[in-house]
């Protein structure tokens, strides 16, 4: 794959395409990305984000993290932030899976104690989280009480006892982004999504029963701070999104901007999928509203998939989730547009952040972060393949340069049929059972298709975020089961 | 079979490219594509229930894009695999109409061997062109 002659080097983790690069970029394209991983980009992410530094109100410039590949509109990996008075909002800068995010979640189980019981506890799971194409949830809600949801994500969970006070506390923006509005939401997102809470879906999504080993602490005083206290700990990650209801909120908002973007407000774009309207217009404000009840949805859901699992544990050891310690560590959101305070140009401001497969990594001592982490900065989840394993990582002063945001994942760096070619499902099952990682999956053909070589190397994204200074390593946290929609 | 997934674009997505003699049949494809990516056999998904979808827009690269996004709101509303079975469009008419009657049933993991979940069709390269008398639709579906 050819980098674009243009490329300038910055630093050895910062690269620039200028906006000489192509006509009508209003800033540069800046990539986070070691010599490595930049060698190796799909040359979608340079004509993407690229695309993305033509869209007006754009500050500083168009960002793309480690992880970045080949994505719509915005590539996956992508960040810009907007001016809130003079740029626009782009649902293809949020992505489809609106609030597609990622959740950490203690035991104080170890190892020793989970090995014999790990065939029951990922079959159990398996069985009592619904995972898969169209599959649908054990919650049973009128429309008007789905409505309810959308409106206040988390919070609907502790009212209906599916939540700890402290579980809102520990997902970013307490689990509800105030000004959700449901009467800004379509009969037909409703209809796709009123029965899918508590439910993973397939892809990429994934419930993953991991283990903190020794050898993989990073960062001995924040593991602790995080909770990550004893030898070979046993945690649990999961990643999943707002299903068929942001995947229609995304659409629907998607046809009124393709007729609005240039017709109404005369803004050219040079990918489709990046139409968009000022955000202070009457449909980028009803989109921001509908955008925030597919985001509490997300919230919603993987609220009530941690309540699943607390329910799992309890029933295979035999001790209530208190006794087992399973509180989180933290719930991370990777595809939203959210208003936030930073330093620009020397003042503080509010400013709209687009994040499409990116995370937000506050520092040390910001507000938003909850107050156990102020010291070592947000806990940062960023999920790595099925193989190989992730990382908990924490939020960095250097972030700063890139309005405190870090990588969301490995990347791809195959495509989906090509591992599908490449690997068999059932025959990926037993391998990776030899190498003592136990799967169940509701698709063979899904499963091969998320193989670890189809990934890039997880280890070297993450340790591109930390040299450019955006988030640091605490723990690599490696699989022993998991569960693939 | 009148459509074949692409390899070299957006990575992690599913992109096709659908073709038919006439229009009907590029669409007909096209929709086949979409349950394609969410099922390993469309042969296997019986003709249980019918449902009609009519749809309207004024050209036909949209008219292409609602009528593909209704197959995946009847995967998620209803649980429905649909097959299409016959479709007529009417250039002619303003706005463009499209009535397809499609057949299927309820998704079966265990007789559907599933694949992956089709969030939504993107704008990414999307296409729709006649060349030499025949049409062919580009498309990218989020996955």
């Not at chain 1, 029951?120 to 789905?146: A, K, M, N, Q, W």
């Not at chain 1, 037993?430 to 190498?435: A, G, K, S, T």
């Not at chain 2, 073709?19 to 096209?30: D, P």
């Not at chain 2, 479709?87 to 079966?108: Q, V, W």
């Amino acid at each position: 794959m050819a980098v674009p002659a243009a490329l300038k080097k910055i630093t050895d983790t910062t690269w620039e395409l200028p906006v000489s690069f192509k006509p009508g970029m209003l800033v540069p394209a800046r990539i986070y990305a070691t010599e490595k991983l930049i060698s190796r980009m799909d040359e979608g992410v340079f004509e993407q984000v690229t695309n993305v530094a033509c869209l007006p109100g754009i500050i500083d410039y168009a960002y793309c993290m480690p992880d970045g590949h080949w994505g719509y509109g915005f590539p996956i990996g992508g960040m810009a932030a907007m001016d809130p008075e003079t740029g626009v909002i782009s649902p293809g800068g949020i992505g489809f899976d609106i609030n597609c995010g990622m959740r950490l979640v203690l035991t104080s189980l170890t190892l020793d104690q989970v090995r014999p019981e790990l065939h029951r506890l990922v079959d159990t799971l398996f069985s009592r989280v619904p995972c898969g194409v169209g599959s649908s949830g054990f919650i049973r809600l009128s429309r008007d009480e789905f409505r309810l949801v959308t409106e206040m994500g988390a919070r609907w969970c502790l009212k209906k006892g599916y939540a700890l006070p402290e579980d809102l506390e520990m997902t970013e923006e307490g689990g509800c982004f105030a000004g959700a509005d449901a009467s800004a939401v379509s009969e037909k997102a409703v209809e796709r999504g009123f029965d899918q809470i508590g439910t993973l879906g397939s892809g990429n999504h994934y419930l993953e029963i991991q283990v903190a080993r020794p050898e993989n602490i990073y960062d001995e005083e924040t593991a602790r701070a995080f909770g990550i206290t004893l030898p070979n700990q046993i945690v649990v990650m999961f990643h999943c999104g707002s299903r068929g209801f942001g995947h229609q909120v995304a659409t629907d908002y998607l046809k009124l901007f393709l007729s609005v973007t240039e017709k109404k407000y005369g803004i050219k774009v040079n990918d489709r999928e990046l139409s968009c309207a000022p955000f202070r217009s009457p449909e980028g404000q009803a989109y921001f509203a509908a955008m925030k009840c597919a985001v509490n949805m997300a919230f919603a859901n993987r609220q009530v998939i941690l309540h699943r699992i607390r329910e799992v544990f309890s029933s295979v050891f035999h001790r209530s989730p208190e006794e087992l310690g399973m509180s989180m560590v933290y719930d991370v959101a990777h595809n939203t547009a959210k208003l936030e305070k930073h330093l620009v140009h020397g003042r503080t401001k509010q400013i709209l952040i687009h994040r499409k497969g990116s995370t937000r990594a506050f520092g040390p001592g910001m507000e938003g972060v909850p107050e156990c982490y102020r010291e070592t900065g947000q806990p940062v989840i960023i999920g790595g393949s099925m193989e190989t394993g992730s990382y908990l990582l924490a939020g960095m002063p250097g972030g700063r340069e890139a309005f405190f945001t870090t990588a969301h994942g490995s990347g791809r760096a195959m495509s989906r049929h090509q591992a599908k070619k490449l690997f068999r499902g059932r025959k990926l099952q037993r391998e990776m059972e030899e190498r003592g990682i136990y799967v169940r999956t509701a698709s063979w053909g899904g499963l091969a298709e998320e193989a670890g070589p189809a990934y890039k190397n997880i280890d070297e994204v993450v340790e591109a975020t930390e040299l450019a200074g955006l988030s640091k390593r605490v723990v690599k946290l490696v699989p022993i089961g998991n569960i693939k929609g | 079979m009148p459509y074949r997934y692409l390899e070299d674009v957006a990575t992690a997505d599913v992109a096709f490219e659908a073709k038919g003699e006439t229009v009907e049949e590029m669409f007909i494809s096209a929709a086949h594509a979409v349950t394609g990516a969410m099922v390993e056999r469309l042969d296997a998904v019986e003709g249980k229930e019918g449902v009609c979808i009519r749809v309207e827009e004024h050209n036909l690269e949209m008219l292409l894009f609602d009528f593909l996004q209704e197959i995946i709101y009847y995967k998620d509303a209803r649980r429905l695999l649909l097959v299409v079975e016959e479709l007529d469009i009417d250039r002619n008419a303003t706005p463009m109409t499209l009535s397809a009657l499609t057949k299927g049933e309820t998704l079966d993991p265990e007789r559907h061997p599933l694949l992956t979940d089709v969030k939504a069709v993107t704008m990414h390269r999307f296409s729709v062109e006649q060349t030499d008398g025949a049409w062919k639709a580009t498309v990218v579906l989020d996955i």
